[in-house]
């Protein structure tokens, strides 16, 4: 009979326990987005861009960037931005000036140019984003979200080229944008990438 007794009271505990641990579950709910899916959806350009680096090294080659060490940061205190590039690209001194500056890779003939931009009523972003969609049928460019545009593609000249925009709060804007060969494209778009990615407001 004790042995009975004491096998009731065990049984018992472990049905509460189940009960308790079974009302403690949360059914997720289907409607409502995560923050990762969230922060995928933001991220929708770059992944775009890569895939299409990704297509471009079908042949088996993986996409080469840069090491963090052969990067260097450029930083416009004054505009609050800065930006990673590399330690060999140099500095045009003539076009650049306190809202940004101008680097040019002599060995690749690529260009960055990484500006603050007055855009007064988005007239800036507007006429730049026609002159993305008018450059040839190779351009692609989308919004990531309401503060942030990002295109990529073939220009009408057959060069390659890159750039993400970035609204600020006060509605000014940073553009940065990479042109380099159409033939370098295999070396150049995930390096473009990078340095675009790398963009941030201060």
Excluded at 121 to 140: H, Q, S, Y
Aim: hydrophobic share 40%.
């Amino acid at each position: 009979m004790r042995n009975i007794r004491s096998i009731v009271p065990i049984s018992a505990a472990l049905s509460a326990a189940l009960i308790l641990s079974s009302c403690g579950k949360q059914e997720a709910v289907g409607d409502v987005p995560s923050s990762e899916e969230l922060a995928k959806q933001a991220d929708a350009a770059s992944k775009a861009i890569r895939e299409e680096n990704a297509a471009a090294n079908a042949d088996g080659d993986a996409p080469v960037v840069m090491d963090s060490a052969q990067m260097t940061s450029y930083t416009n205190a004054l505009r609050g931005f800065s930006i990673m590039v590399p330690k060999s690209w140099a500095v045009d001194e003539k076009t650049s000036d306190d809202n940004g500056r101008h680097f040019n890779d002599t060995g690749s003939d690529a260009m960055l140019r990484a500006v603050w931009i007055q855009n007064r009523n988005d007239g800036d972003l507007t006429a730049t984003i026609k002159e993305l969609e008018d450059a040839g049928d190779g351009m692609t460019g989308a919004y990531v979200n309401k503060n942030e545009y990002r295109a990529s593609g073939t220009m009408g000249d057959g060069s390659k080229t890159a750039q993400r925009i970035l609204r600020k709060p006060d509605g000014t804007m940073i553009s940065a944008k990479i042109t380099y060969l159409a033939d370098d494209a295999k070396t150049m778009d995930p390096l473009a990438a990078q340095i675009l990615d790398s963009l941030t407001l201060q």
